[in-house]
């Protein structure tokens, strides 16, 4: 090996390190990350075409590491992490270290990935009204159907603090419902203890009349765009705003008598490249405000019947990250591994615009034992 190529780590969150060499995962998409797909030629061959030896690391040992591990590698790569230490990133960057993919631990929780958008101006004006609900017993309370009440939505989505650890066993992790069947829902969330177990919890959030522009004035339809943050204003200039070519419709008259899983809900429907290219400013406004490292996102959004982009979250680890564009452009992972290997950034001042984000993000936590409304007005504590 040469001795000069530099070194880099990806570290996957302990979850998805299990999964990564076993044989019964060989279609997942972390595979798929890791070892190529017949589009991508994966992240191990990928940093090995651009000089670096990649190894694979379980995060557990990033927050257990001394100095030898630090001392190893001379890039980090946390894009399939969830739970980092921010004082890991803050020792890596004061030493030297290239280091993307991160994002504070907050944002792998709906509920904080709401309250800190709601209370940042940037976040605010994309978010719906949702109710953050930690506990079953303030689910069924006056509060929360008041609350209720006052959404313009007639239709509502409920999604888990934590989606991995309250999966359905139909495997999906929303529900939907009319605003009417309030008290159904409360009578049916509360037999399910996945969805209150330790800090998990429920957001309910308004699911908005759309009378979408891209899909012929179609209701209630939901587009899916990547988004990075932390690149330069000329990578973030030429990202393509396309949504892997596939929205779906949501069918909600079905859910108008019963609760549905999101899953039994939706058509699918295929659409051009690059339709979202309008909410450029807004979208990359939004992701400014989260981490100012550089950091992969999928983001599910709708479009009001006014023509406003609203969000209906964030992921930092997306099953989506590998769906092909039009015009044989690359994957988003492969577009934005590019774009982070030739961008370079003045590790000081990224340390000064860390510190300060770490100091926003755990303004969330005075929130997080409340039941409280977080959307396009700011955040209030309503039990």
Known sequence: MDKKRKRVAIVLRGSLFNCAFNKSYAQSYLQKYLFGDGFFSGELSFYKNSGLEADILEEERCDLAGAEIFSRYDVFDLQLTADIPSYFVLYCLSNGKKVFGWAPRQFFSKQAQSIYLALHPPGRILLPEQILVPDRKALGSAAVRNAVGKFRSEYLIAKSFYSARSRMPDGSDYRIFHRDKIGDFADFASRQDKWFHRDNGLVLSELLQTRDPYLNGSNHVVHKVHLPSGLSARACGKWPLACNRISGQLQLAKARDEVKTIGELFRQHSWEDGCLETYRRELFD????????????GADLMISEEGRPFLLELNKIAATFLHIYKNNRPSPLEEYLNAVLS???????????????????????????????????GVYVCD
């Open 343 to 377: 961008d370079n950034y003045h590790n000081g001042l990224m340390i000064e615009k860390l510190q300060n984000y770490i100091s926003l993000a755990s303004d969330t936590e005075s929130y997080l034992k409340r039941t409280v409304l977080a959307g396009s007005s």
């Open 286 to 297: 939004l992701i400014r405000i989260i981490t100012p490292l550089p950091c992969l996102f």
